[in-house]
């Protein structure tokens, strides 16, 4: 059974990851976040803690592999934790991620690049996604979809360790609005899914 939840910050996920992770839970689900300004992260030497705290920049590890990600308010992020009996399913995000470059492309825009599991314009990152294998316990998966509203470059890589090898840029420079990425992402869901995400 999918179970959709609205959830307005990594720190709502990251509380209720427990109980959606519980081994006798059986169900699957969908996160739709509206993100504040707060950082996750999948290796503890690529964050820079110490700056975080020290800026009043929360922290949360959500389960996941990967590198740091700073995420600014009005950013949205879709997660989807789903079944995986046989542990090497087939990914979900990457299919959303190549759509929504074609949408992209759909509105005009040029320069739209499909790069591993980005989305660039203009050599720019605008979007991206990634799967996480969850330990073996579970046998689930955990996707998520990331669009860039808002950027600070000068906060990113004081934060992030590793240098960034694409550099990001908000789908606002674009003129693609937040509400339209709203609207694309819950029809997306809607046709892959079968139900309405977005309320």
Same mark, same amino acid.
């Given at each position: ?34 993100? &504040?300004? $707060?950082? /996750? ?10 700056? %975080?705290? +020290?800026? *009043? ?53 040029? &320069?739209? $690049?499909? /790069? ?10 605008? %979007?991206? +996604?990634? *799967? ?68």
């Amino acid at each position: 059974m999918m179970k959709t939840k609205l959830i307005t910050s990594l720190q709502e996920a990251a509380a209720q990851l427990p109980s959606i992770l519980d081994t006798n839970n059986t169900n699957e689900y969908f996160a739709y976040i509206n993100h &504040n300004l $707060e950082v /996750s992260y999948g290796y503890e030497d690529d964050i820079n803690k110490e700056y %975080a705290v +020290a800026h *009043g920049v929360p922290i949360y590890d959500i389960f996941r592999d990967g590198g740091t990600i700073v995420y600014f308010p009005g950013d949205i992020s879709v997660g989807v934790v789903h079944q995986n009996s046989d542990y090497d399913g087939d990914w979900i995000m990457p299919h959303m991620l190549k759509d929504f470059a074609e949408y992209l492309k759909s509105c005009e825009i040029d &320069n739209v $690049e499909f /790069s591993e599991n980005d989305i660039l314009i203009d050599g720019f990152k605008v %979007a991206s +996604a990634a *799967g996480h294998n969850l330990p073996p316990t579970y046998k689930r998966c955990y996707e998520s979809m990331h669009y860039s509203m808002s950027v600070d470059l000068e906060l990113i890589q004081n934060i992030c360790k590793k240098p960034m090898k694409k550099i990001p840029k908000s789908l606002l420079d674009f003129n693609i609005t937040r509400e339209e990425i709203v609207s694309w992402t819950d029809n997306w869901l809607f046709n892959y899914f079968g139900e309405h995400i977005v309320s």
